[in-house]
């Protein structure tokens, strides 16, 4: 390896090459909204930027993608540090959407795990896990999926050790600090504690993706199948 | 017109894939091999990114249901038209009822059929591949079956080629890359390249890994040494791109390709830069793969060396027009 690489430097931590057309910002933050209100504060900011295809928010870090690799590397870096250490947030008019979820049964295989896992009655995993008004921190995986911050600590379970190959669209899932709802089919290693019936992504509709960093989502009990 | 006869499945319609539409989770996609997708639509005066076939399994065939001016590129599949060997990269006029096969891969991966013209499905969300996962793009959202018609955009100039039509020196042969029996991939050390331990930074480079059974348009599984962490940080999820190259726990490495996610979370040790994913993408089940880490002006400067190739080859191309001219 070539020392005299920058990426290999230590005092370069928060920032790292994804290819030479890629970026990613990683400040030393707590994770929470106020962090992740920063970040997209640096989204609508470094967006503009000439040469910046698009800036895209992760879990309280940055990605910038460009459309030609940045011929400073140096300028940038110091450009991004600059602005999180604005400290400007952005608050973001988001919308709030309800989301009815039939929690168990068929599409919900996992409930009972997790109620276990965590020691409470699966009742009250399912009343738990509808009290919040969760946050969209971000938009990834797969198209229209939505990172969501708001998950009950009392509901943090590890991911499964086999993951499922196949979890049709709209499951809705735990895993770690996280929760959400699948927007389309895809492999999956969360548990999933039910299913709701939401077109998260439409290419015939603009925008495609139903929610926005900052939108926000209320889970409703639309049933209970223990 | 062109009619689908044969396909085990895994081809579809792809160009070169998605731009802009990270802020939606929605990815890439795109021709695995990318080289090849541009070649032949250069080798038919077609814009470079114009939509074509990305075979990855064969036995293919399909027919001409009208005169079309075709290329074919990629993989080494003792393809034949009616019969006729054609050599990839090629380019020739099929005549209607014509029939295109494409046999046994004898080298790389994955072929391309280019039409005159470009592919005629819609372009949408600012390209015309096919999104497999989302289940749209291409040709209605998914891989391409027998008896699927796919139409070529209209050309007004017809085209001028040799009756037999006229072939390249394969890409693998004009920009070699080999270490040994392996093909060789630079890499732009990522994020945690430092949390792996100097054993694993050395194997990194000093090893060969295969491309295992488990690999697709997401992305490849290899099997090769462990690659340890000495120090594990928590990540959150971030982007990810093409080329990265992931080390779940169990220390067996990834490369997330064409229709990987947006985002993910597994330490990466580095990515591959842009001008050698088309090197991945000719690379199947067993191949021998091996890593060299560059610095950014490296990656750099063989982008640029990918650029004056095709420059190169497109001005071979017009000479050769040229020359058909004159003789016609």
Redesign the interface.
């Known amino acids: 390896?070539?020392d005299?690489?920058?990426?290999?430097g230590?005092a370069l931590?928060d920032i790292?090459?994804?290819?030479?057309?890629?970026l990613?910002f990683?400040p030393e933050c707590p994770?929470d909204l106020a962090s992740q209100r920063r970040i997209w504060a640096m989204a609508e900011a470094a967006g503009q930027w000439p040469g910046v295809?698009?800036a895209?928010p992760?879990?309280?870090?940055l990605?910038l993608?460009f459309d030609t690799?940045p011929a400073d590397?140096e300028a940038l870096s110091g450009a991004l540090r600059a602005l999180w250490d604005s400290g400007i947030e952005r608050q973001v008019p988001g919308r709030l959407l309800e989301v009815e979820i039939a929690y168990g049964g068929p599409g919900g295989p996992h409930l009972a795990d997790v109620a276990a896992a965590t020691g409470l009655s699966v009742a009250a995993v399912v009343e738990i896990h509808s009290a919040p008004v969760y946050t969209v921190f971000?938009?990834?995986?797969?198209?229209?999926?939505c990172?969501l911050g708001g998950l009950d600590p009392r509901l943090f379970v590890p991911r499964r050790k086999v993951p499922l190959v196949s979890l049709p669209g709209g499951s809705l899932s735990v895993a770690g600090m996280q929760t959400g709802v699948s927007?389309?089919?895809?492999p999956s290693g969360w548990h999933t504690i039910g299913t709701a019936d939401v077109a998260f992504?439409d290419?015939r509709r603009d925008?495609?993706?139903l929610l926005r960093p900052g939108d926000q989502i209320r889970f409703v009990v639309g049933g209970l199948t223990e | 017109m062109i009619e689908i006869i044969t396909t085990p499945g895994l081809a579809s319609v792809q160009d070169l894939g998605r731009d802009g539409q990270y802020f939606q989770g929605l990815g890439r996609a795109g021709a695995m091999d990318p080289l090849a997708l541009r070649l032949g639509n250069l080798m038919l005066g077609n814009p470079q990114g114009a939509a074509g076939i990305e075979v990855q399994m064969t036995p293919f065939a399909l027919r001409f249901l009208a005169d079309q001016t075709f290329a074919l590129t990629g993989a080494e599949t003792g393809a034949t038209l009616d019969g006729q060997p054609l050599c990839a990269p090629w380019a020739m006029t099929a005549k209607a009822g014509q029939v295109l096969s494409l046999g046994p891969v004898r080298q790389g991966c994955r072929a391309y059929i280019a039409l005159q013209g470009g592919l005629d499905v819609p372009e949408i969300l600012g390209a015309r591949s096919t999104q497999l996962r989302e289940g749209f793009g291409g040709h209605e959202g998914r891989w391409l079956r027998a008896g699927d018609q796919l139409q070529a955009v209209a050309v007004s100039a017809a085209p001028l080629l040799p009756a037999r039509g006229f072939g390249l020196t394969p890409p693998g042969v004009a920009l070699p890359a080999r270490e040994g029996d392996a093909v060789l991939l630079r890499v732009l050390p990522a994020a945690e390249y430092t949390d792996f331990t100097p054993d694993a930074r050395r194997a990194f480079e000093a090893e060969t890994f295969r491309v295992s059974r488990q690999f697709n348009r997401a992305g490849y599984r290899l099997e090769g040494p462990d690659l340890a962490l000495h120090a594990g940080r928590e990540l959150r999820s971030h982007g990810v791109v093409p080329g990265v190259v992931q080390v779940p726990p169990g220390g067996q490495a990834i490369i997330q390709l064409a229709d990987a996610a947006t985002m993910g979370g597994y330490p990466k040790i580095g990515t591959v830069i842009g001008a050698d994913l088309w090197r991945i993408g000719q690379a199947a089940a067993g191949a021998a793969l091996r890593f060299r880490c560059v610095s950014l002006s490296e990656a750099l400067a063989a982008e640029a060396e990918l650029e004056t190739y095709f420059a190169q080859v497109a001005q071979a191309l017009s000479a050769r027009a040229a020359r058909h001219l004159a003789w016609s």
């Open positions: 390896m070539k005299e690489h920058p990426m290999a230590q931590r790292s090459l994804l290819g030479s057309k890629a990613i990683e994770f295809r698009e895209v992760g879990m309280t870090n990605t993608l690799a590397i971000a938009v990834g995986s797969h198209a229209g999926y990172y927007a389309s089919a895809g992504f290419p925008p495609a993706a």
